[in-house]
C-alpha cells in the first residue's frame, strides 16, 4: 500500500495504480473538480497518472489558485499552438516546446516562414482546438518503436534528439490530443478546455539545440492563464513595463550608459546615476555603523588558491572570466584540466563548455563533431600532449596516467604551483582573510565585515540585459562571524536590516524564499551534519519572524549554504529577487577559521552572507523601473530646478539657487532665455521633484511659486518655508 500524506497532516492509504484523479475524488467532488494535475513528493503528474511505490509520499492537489498550475496550463497550451501551426502550414517540423518565465514557446521550422501577420489564424486555429476541450492522452512505447514513430510523423528534429540524448532510456513518453502526437514528458492538464485564454506574442530567431553551428529555426512565444482577466492584466503590465524600462529611461535621464569600446555588460554610471547610487551607499553606510558593522576594501582579484580552496573555482568556472597566469603554457593547460576533469557532461553542460573554449579561444580539432564524452576526452589529451611538447613542459606523471581523472589530477598538480589571478567573483573570500588575520577570541564575536564590493562574472552575451544583467557589479556586501550562540540573533538582525532597507524604499510587498539543498544533486560542498544544522538553523531564525509567505524551495541553496531570499513585487506586480541573507559552515571549515572559546580552546566560527540589495547595479535598474524613473525627493540626482520668467530675474535666480545649495540640497538654476513654460516641461520630462517659478511678484515677496512634478501648481512659498518643507521630506525619506 501506499501512504499519501496531505498538506494538512493527515495520511491516506491507496492501493498502487490508483490515479491521482481517484485521490482527489475521495477527498471531496468540489476539489477533483477543480483540480488540474497533483504533486507528489515535489513532482508535479498528470491527474490521470497511476501512482506507484510504496512506503509515505507527499501529495497534493493543484488547483488554479496554484502558481505551479499556470506552468502546467502554458505546456499545455504550448501544444495547443503546434497543433495548430501544423494545421496552418502542413510542412512544419517541431523542435522543443518549453514553459519559459511568463508563458512558453515553440521552436518550429516552417516553409514558408511563420509571420506576425499570422500570429491572429494562429489564435484563431488555438480558440477551435481549445473549445473542443480535447483530453490530452499519455502513453509509452520501447524507444526503437518511439522513434519510428516520430519517423513515421515525419518529424526529423524529435528523431535525432532520440539518436542523440533519448537513446539510452529504454521507453519514452508520448501525449495525443486528437491528431496531434508529440514526444514530451508532460505534466498536462486534464483537457484543453481548462485553457482560459491565451495570446501569441512574437517570433524570434533561434538555432537548433542552441547551437550556433546548426539550423536556425522559429521560436514561436505565447502566453496563458486560466481567465481572460488574468490575459488583460498582463497584457496591461507589459505596456507599463514598456514606458518604465530602464534601459531607455536610464538613456532618456543620463543615469549610465553602457560603451562597446569598454564592453558589454560593465556599467558605466553617469553623474546623475552615480549620485543616486552615492545616496542609497551613504544610507546603507550609516544604518550598517549603528548596527556594529566594519567597513573592508579589497582588491577586484585574487589568487587562484584563494578561490579554490574557497570552491568559487571552478564551481563558478563557466560564468567566470578566464583566469590570468603569468606562464603562457598555464591558461591552455588550466582549460584542459577542467575539461578533463568534468567528464561526462549532459547536453547543455557541454553546449556551455564549448561556448566558453570558443570565447577562450582554445581549439581543439575535432572536438565540436566529437559523437561521445570518451572521444572529446581523447581529443583533449592529444592536445594536451601538443601543447606540453610544444610549449616545453615537464610533467611526468600526466605521461602516466591513464585515464581523464588521473590526467586532470596531474595538470591540478602543476596548476598549483603556477602564480595566478582571478578576477573576483565574490567577496567573502577576501573577507574571510581579513578575519584570519589576526587571532580571535569569543569576546571578539560576532565579527560584521561591510564592503560596496565590485565583482565580475562572464554571463552569456544573449543573457545580458541593460543594468539587471550584467558582468561588473557591485554588492553592498557583508560578512558576519560569529558563534554558534549567536547565530539566531545574528541571522535575524540581517532579516530585519533587508526589510528595513526595503520598507524604506516603499517595497513593502515581498515573500520569503528559503533555499535548501537538493539532496539529489552534486553541486553542494560539504557535510550532510553541517547542511542539516544550517537549514534547520534558519528555518528555526525565519519562523520566529513571522516573515510573509515564506515557503521552502529545494536546489535554491547557495552551493556552500542555505539563504533566505527576498522576492519583492514591484508597483506594477513584477517579482524581482532582491535582499539574500545565508548560513555558512562549509567556508569556515576549508579555510580552517578559529577563534578561542571560554574554555580556552579553538572553535569554529559560523559564517553569515548578506547582501540587502544583491547589487548596486540590478538594484538601481529595478528602482529606476519601480519610480518609472521618478526619483523622491530624498533620491532625486537633482531635487529642485528654479526658473526663471525672463532675463531680468535671473539674479534671483542665482540667490534662491544658492540657498538651496547651501542646505545641502542638489539644485540648479535654468537661466536660458527660453520661453518659462519650455523650461518646466523640459524640467517634468527629466522628473524633478520641485520647479520653483520665479518673477517680479516673487521677486518683491521673497517667494517662490511652487510646481511639484506631479500634483502641480502648489502655489507661492517663502523661500525659508520652503527649505524647511524640502529638509522634512528628506529627513522623513517620503517617497510621495
Known amino acids: 500500500m501506499i501512504q499519501l500524506r496531505l498538506p494538512d497532516g493527515s495520511v491516506r492509504e491507496i492501493a498502487p495504480g490508483t490515479t491521482g484523479r481517484q485521490v482527489a475524488e475521495g477527498i471531496g467532488k468540489r476539489l477533483a473538480q477543480a483540480a488540474v494535475a497533483v504533486m507528489v513528493d515535489g513532482a508535479i503528474v498528470d491527474l490521470g497518472r497511476e501512482l506507484t511505490g510504496n512506503g509515505e509520499h507527499t501529495f497534493r492537489v493543484l488547483t488554479e489558485k496554484d502558481p505551479e498550475a499556470l506552468g502546467v496550463l502554458r505546456h499545455s497550451c504550448a501544444h495547443v499552438m503546434a497543433r495548430a501551426v501544423m494545421r496552418l502550414f502542413p510542412n512544419v517540423q517541431l523542435a522543443f516546446g518549453p514553459t519559459v518565465e511568463n508563458g512558453f514557446y515553440y521552436d518550429v521550422d516552417s516553409t514558408p516562414p511563420i509571420r506576425e501577420e499570422d500570429f491572429p489564424r494562429i489564435e484563431e486555429e488555438m480558440r477551435k482546438i481549445v473549445a473542443d476541450a480535447e483530453p490530452f492522452e499519455r502513453f509509452e512505447r520501447p524507444t526503437p518503436e518511439a522513434r519510428g514513430l516520430v519517423e513515421d ?93 530602464h534601459r531607455v529611461l536610464g538613456k532618456q535621464l543620463k543615469l549610465f550608459t553602457i560603451s562597446p569600446l569598454v564592453g558589454s555588460g560593465l556599467i558605466l554610471w553617469m553623474p546623475k546615476g552615480a549620485t543616486v547610487r552615492g545616496i542609497l551607499e551613504t544610507f546603507i553606510k550609516e544604518e550598517l555603523l549603528k548596527r556594529g558593522y566594519q567597513p573592508v576594501y579589497t582588491p577586484h ?21 578566464p583566469p590570468i597566469y603569468f606562464r603562457p603554457a598555464a591558461g591552455a593547460l588550466d582549460i584542459a584540466q577542467w575539461r578533463l576533469a568534468a567528464g561526462h557532461l549532459d547536453e547543455q553542460k557541454e553546449r556551455l ?29 592529444q592536445q594536451v600532449l601538443k601543447l606540453l611538447q610544444y610549449l616545453g613542459v615537464d610533467l611526468p606523471d600526466y605521461h602516466k596516467a591513464t585515464g581523464a581523472a588521473d590526467r586532470a589530477k596531474a595538470l591540478m598538480d602543476w596548476l598549483s604551483e603556477q602564480e595566478g589571478y582571478l578576477l573576483k567573483p565574490m567577496n567573502c573570500p577576501h573577507h574571510i582573510q581579513i578575519y584570519k588575520a589576526e587571532p580571535r577570541s569569543y569576546r571578539d564575536l560576532p565579527v560584521r565585515l561591510a564592503e560596496f564590493g565590485t565583482v565580475y562574472r562572464f554571463e552569456q552575451t544573449g543573457e545580458l540585459s541593460g543594468m539587471t544583467r550584467v558582468r561588473g557589479f557591485t554588492q553592498d556586501d557583508a560578512h558576519l562571524f560569529c558563534t554558534e550562540d549567536q547565530v539566531g540573533a545574528e541571522f535575524g538582525g540581517c532579516i530585519d536590516f533587508t526589510r528595513f532597507f526595503l520598507n524604506t524604499l ?16 552534486g553541486k553542494y560542498v560539504g557535510s550532510d551534519e553541517a547542511w542539516a544544522k544550517a537549514e534547520e538553523g534558519i528555518k528555526r531564525v525565519a519562523l520566529s ?82 519610480f518609472a524613473g521618478a526619483f523622491p525627493l530624498w533620491l532625486a540626482p537633482e531635487q529642485a530646478r528654479v526658473v526663471t520668467v525672463s532675463e531680468k530675474f ?18 540648479t538654476a535654468d537661466l536660458r532665455p527660453e520661453k518659462m513654460g519650455f523650461k518646466i516641461r523640459e524640467a517634468q520630462l527629466e522628473k524633478i521633484p520641485y520647479m520653483l517659478v520665479v518673477g517680479d511678484k516673487e521677486q518683491q515677496a521673497g517667494t517662490v511659486s511652487v510646481r511639484e512634478r506631479s500634483r502641480g501648481d502648489l502655489g507661492a512659498m517663502p523661500v525659508v518655508e520652503l527649505l524647511a518643507k524640502l529638509d522634512k521630506e528628506v529627513r522623513e525619506k517620503r517617497l510621495a
Open 353 to 381: 563548455v564549448q561556448e566558453y573554449m570558443d570565447l577562450a579561444h582554445y581549439h581543439v580539432p575535432g572536438y565540436e563533431n566529437a559523437k561521445s564524452d570518451e572521444e572529446r576526452l581523447e581529443l583533449v589529451h
Open 506 to 521: 516603499g517595497l513593502t510587498e515581498y515573500r520569503v524564499r528559503l533555499g535548501f539543498r537538493d539532496p539529489a544533486s
Open 545 to 626: 519572524l513571522d516573515l510573509p509567505d515564506m515557503h521552502i524551495e529545494p536546489g535554491e541553496a547557495a552551493f556552500y549554504g542555505p539563504k533566505v531570499d527576498f522576492i519583492v513585487k514591484d508597483c506594477i506586480g513584477r517579482d524581482w529577487q532582491l535582499g539574500t541573507v545565508q548560513l555558512d559552515y562549509n567556508l569556515p571549515a576549508r579555510f580552517d577559521l578559529e577563534y578561542t572559546g571560554a574554555d580556552n580552546k579553538p572553535h569554529r566560527p559560523v559564517m553569515i552572507h548578506r547582501a540587502p540589495l544583491g547589487s548596486m547595479e540590478r538594484f538601481m535598474g529595478i528602482l529606476i523601473e519601480h
Open 153 to 245: 510523423l515525419k518529424q526529423g528534429y524529435k528523431v535525432e534528439h532520440i539518436d542523440d540524448e533519448l537513446k539510452q532510456f529504454p521507453t519514452l513518453s508520448f501525449y495525443r490530443q486528437g491528431e496531434f502526437i508529440d514526444l514530451c514528458r508532460g505534466p498536462h492538464i486534464p483537457h484543453a478546455g481548462r485553457i482560459g485564454a491565451f495570446k501569441v506574442m512574437n517570433i524570434a530567431g533561434a538555432y537548433w539545440k542552441n547551437d550556433a553551428s546548426r539550423k536556425q529555426l522559429q521560436r514561436l512565444y505565447g502566453t496563458a492563464f486560466f481567465s481572460q482577466k488574468d490575459l488583460d492584466a498582463y497584457i496591461k503590465q507589459l505596456e507599463e513595463a514598456k514606458k518604465r524600462d
Open 650 to 667: 535671473d539674479d534671483y535666480a542665482r540667490k534662491v539657487d544658492g540657498e538651496l545649495k547651501a542646505k545641502g540640497f542638489r539644485a
Open 301 to 321: 582579484i585574487g589568487r587562484l588558491e584563494l578561490y579554490r580552496t574557497s570552491g568559487h573555482f571552478p564551481y563558478y568556472r563557466d560564468a567566470q572570466f
